[in-house]
């Protein structure tokens, strides 16, 4: 019997929040190395030990953020801030971090100062651009988003659900759309972390249109990750969104 | 000296532990009793050097909610923390010092970790050099290196364990003398059966403080090559 494109999708969402409650069951802190450097990781915080877009983000993320002395790199929903650490550690790069749960605020500060990088990077609490001043801009904008496009699921359990899921793209929509407020300049880049095989690359299109965006395109790909689920394996996407 | 064994082999074990915590070349956490502790590379470490458990168990009990608390060589910071943990939000100021800066690094880290952000603050230096003359605590805690030979290499782990004629110790009982409040407590962590006592009671009594008083002491310690070793916790109140 052939599998229907939602029975796919189910099980996909179904191996999310596996995924989610086998992160949530670590109750202690515990390091975890992603490409070559030691992170701490809190109880509760989206993990790399078990989500492993973080390092592919780790890994791209530097590479198309603008970096370097004059430059500002904000990333939105930090978790352990393992991404924002590794654009300053690549470039020295002024950042700065939000995130809506206070375990991650705390995990990203440890690691902050676990990679002494304390004189570049400024980690704060709040949903999407809540914690950023009017005023501030940045080069670069960067969230690994919950790109899990399931509406409805059976109660969400765990303080992680935000981390996973945005049922009716509420934050996506946020985050794309308050981008401009917070661009330095027309050259400022919107970097989008994503999966088509979870979320739906027509939504991302649809609000980066809508957002003046004329262009978003795939500037990273993963292959095809095998534990990146646990039920199918999973591909994910770095995308940029420019206004010119 | 009370020697319960032969000293010798339980130096050559304590250089042999200082090799392995040198050895430690990524950071890892180490379960202090049932506290996870954040362990940086080149940092007097808790899996190596068991008397860090025995004093985050016993200082803690001995503060009766008396700050501020001031803990000399923090290190990983474990004690501090563990006073943070045992008093929650009715903990008061904390200062912890060290001369490590890694270790001072490590114990901003636990300090996050164990919620002490806005009661902790950590400062780099040797002995009382990083506290203001004006300073006073209620308590003042220091898991002393009880060896007063030396022994390896002139580095910050090796200064952990031997203070060579008891030069630090001196410096510490006599700068406790200038810094503990009127009614406070020094608190030594100190070995029983391996320190030489009769120094640490002359220092004492030549800066003005009552002979010290054991309240706590560890079994033999299982630490390799250290079955002989006994930890003591020692408090003096100035005259």
């Known amino acids: 019997m052939t599998e229907t494109p939602e029975e796919a999708h189910k099980a996909l969402m179904e191996g999310t929040v596996e995924l989610a409650e086998a992160c949530r069951k670590e109750r202690r802190p515990y390091m975890y190395e992603v490409l070559g450097r030691d992170f701490v990781v809190m109880p509760d915080v989206f993990s790399p030990k078990y989500f492993r877009d973080t390092a592919f983000f780790a890994k791209e993320v530097p590479k198309h953020a603008a970096g370097g002395r004059n430059k500002r790199f904000l990333e939105i929903g930090t978790g352990t801030g393992i991404v924002l650490c590794s654009v300053v550690l690549n470039y020295p790069t002024h950042a700065v971090g939000t995130d809506f749960y206070g375990n991650s605020v705390t995990n990203a500060e440890i690691n902050v100062l676990l990679h002494n990088i304390g004189n570049y990077a400024d980690i704060r609490w709040g949903s999407v651009y809540h914690p950023i001043g009017k005023n501030e801009k940045f080069d670069t904008i960067f969230w690994n988003v919950p790109f899990g496009d399931w509406d409805v699921f059976g109660a969400p359990p765990y303080t992680m659900a935000p981390a996973v899921f945005d049922p009716g793209h509420k934050n996506l929509r946020r985050f794309i759309l308050g981008a401009q407020e917070h661009f330095r300049n027309e050259y400022s880049n919107l970097l989008i972390g994503y999966s088509e095989t979870l979320g739906n690359r027509s939504v991302l299109e649809k609000l980066a249109a809508e957002a003046g965006f004329k262009h978003l395109d795939v500037v990273a790909e993963s292959g095809y990750v095998r534990d990146g689920n646990p039920k199918r394996p999973v591909k994910y996407e770095l995308f940029e969104a420019r206004l010119k | ?239």
């Not at chain 2, 890892?28 to 004093?55: C, Q």
Request: glycine share 10%; net charge neutral; with cysteine.
């Open chain 2, 1 to 239: 000296m009370t020697n319960d064994g032969n000293i010798d082999a339980i130096l050559a074990g304590t250089e042999e532990l200082i090799e392995e915590t040198r050895s430690e070349k990524k950071p890892y956490v180490h379960d202090v009793n049932g506290m996870p502790i954040v362990v940086l590379p080149g940092v007097f470490s808790p899996r190596y050097f068991k008397g860090t458990a025995f004093y985050a168990k016993h200082v803690p009990e001995r503060v009766g909610s008396q700050f501020p608390f001031l803990e000399i060589g923090t290190g990983t910071g474990a004690v501090v923390c563990a006073v943070k943990k045992k008093y929650g939000p009715a903990t008061g100021k904390l200062v912890a010092t060290d001369i490590n800066r890694e270790a001072a690094r490590n114990a901003l880290v636990n300090g996050i970790i164990y919620d002490a952000r806005g009661f902790l603050d950590v400062r780099i230096g040797h002995v009382f050099c990083p506290i203001r003359y004006h300073e006073r605590f209620k308590r003042i805690f220091w898991n002393a290196p009880f060896f007063d030979e030396w022994h390896g290499t002139n580095d910050m782990l090796a200064r952990s364990v031997f203070d060579r004629d008891y030069h630090n110790l001196e410096l510490f009982v006599k700068g406790a003398a200038t810094h503990l409040a009127e009614d406070g407590v020094l608190q030594i962590g100190f070995s029983s059966n391996l320190g030489k006592q009769e120094i640490l009671e002359r220092f004492l009594e030549e800066a003005g403080f009552t002979a010290p008083e054991m309240v706590a002491e560890s079994g033999y310690s299982m630490e390799k090559h250290g079955r002989n070793l006994k930890y003591g916790l020692f408090e003096a109140r100035l005259k």
